[in-house]
């Protein structure tokens, strides 16, 4: 449209595997058959300056929900549309420091026979209606072969059940590492190092079949690589 703005739009539609029932289904490992599938999106990119760029847009995505029923059998219980806008900024700040960022808004609607009458809510388990995060990452051209690094994750609230009786809490985690590359015996190496959920901030986490699992605690890694 400009030099440093461009747009751009598409529609989707095909065949998507619905994978298979889980474990704590009646019909556990039962293949469900391909779903039919529709996206629509538009959006726009804008440069400030040719090494950082932002794009936003909108999308609407429908397919059939697969979930347990009332008798515990996986199957399709109707249509699920996500509609949503996503945003996100990379690139480079200032020399040295570079930024990935991004949030996603999701508005997850169900629709078919289960819905009218009661049986689930209009609300699919599993997505959550935000979800953002920060990523920074500075390496000045002093510093040589070493960086330092952080992110922030936050994470909105979301419905657990299919009922929508029950939500399970958003969260928010920090962490900080830094990298250091170097030349081991002539081949390129690199040791990492990173402190994650710094807080130790406690939650759960659910999934689509209503399964819930706890986050994982305050944790020190350390990795070296070398590509021989």
Same mark, same amino acid.
């Given at each position: 449209?400009?030099?440093?703005?461009? /747009? *751009?739009?598409?529609?989707?539609? %095909?065949?998507?595997?619905?994978?298979?029932?889980?474990?704590?289904?009646? +019909?556990?490992?039962?293949?469900?058959?391909?779903?039919?599938?529709?996206?629509?999106?538009?959006?726009?990119? *804008?440069?400030?300056?040719?090494?950082?760029?932002?794009? @936003?847009?909108?999308?609407?995505?429908?397919?059939?929900?697969?979930?347990?029923?009332?008798?515990?059998?996986?199957?399709?219980?109707?249509?699920?549309?996500?509609? !949503?806008?996503?945003?996100?900024? /990379? %690139?480079?700040?200032? =020399?040295?420091?570079?930024?990935?960022?991004?949030?996603?808004?999701?508005?997850?609607?169900?629709?078919?026979?289960?819905?009218?009458? %009661?049986?689930?809510?209009?609300?699919?388990? !599993?997505?959550?209606?935000?979800?953002?995060?920060?990523?920074?990452?500075?390496?000045?051209?002093?510093?040589? !072969?070493?960086?330092?690094?952080?992110?922030? *994750?936050?994470?909105? =609230?979301?419905?657990?059940?299919?009922?929508?009786?029950?939500?399970? =809490?958003?969260?928010?985690?920090? &962490?900080?590492?830094?990298?250091?590359?170097?030349?081991?015996?002539? @081949?390129?190496?690199?040791?990492?190092?990173?402190?994650? &959920?710094?807080?130790? +901030?406690?939650?759960?986490?659910?999934?689509?079949?209503?399964?819930?699992?706890?986050?994982?605690?305050?944790?020190?890694?350390?990795?070296?690589?070398?590509?021989?």
């Amino acid at each position: 449209m400009t030099k440093d703005l461009a /747009a *751009y739009a598409g529609y989707t539609k %095909g065949l998507e595997e619905s994978g298979t029932a889980p474990f704590s289904a009646a +019909n556990r490992g039962e293949a469900m058959p391909a779903a039919i599938t529709k996206q629509v999106d538009a959006g726009f990119r *804008y440069a400030f300056t040719s090494r950082l760029k932002m794009v @936003a847009g909108v999308f609407q995505v429908e397919k059939p929900y697969f979930n347990l029923n009332s008798a515990n059998v996986y199957g399709a219980l109707g249509t699920v549309r996500h509609r !949503g806008v996503e945003l996100s900024l /990379a %690139g480079n700040l200032f =020399e040295g420091l570079n930024v990935v960022a991004g949030t996603t808004l999701i508005q997850p609607r169900l629709s078919g026979e289960p819905v009218s009458r %009661g049986i689930v809510g209009p609300i699919p388990p !599993g997505p959550r209606p935000r979800s953002s995060f920060v990523n920074l990452t500075y390496q000045p051209q002093a510093w040589g !072969g070493f960086s330092i690094d952080g992110q922030i *994750y936050s994470n909105s =609230e979301k419905t657990a059940r299919s009922d929508n009786s029950f939500n399970s =809490e958003g969260w928010v985690e920090a &962490n900080v590492g830094f990298r250091y590359r170097f030349t081991l015996w002539d @081949a390129p190496a690199a040791v990492r190092a990173q402190l994650s &959920n710094i807080t130790n +901030n406690y939650a759960w986490n659910s999934d689509s079949s209503g399964a819930f699992f706890p986050r994982s605690p305050r944790r020190f890694l350390v990795n070296l690589t070398a590509d021989f």
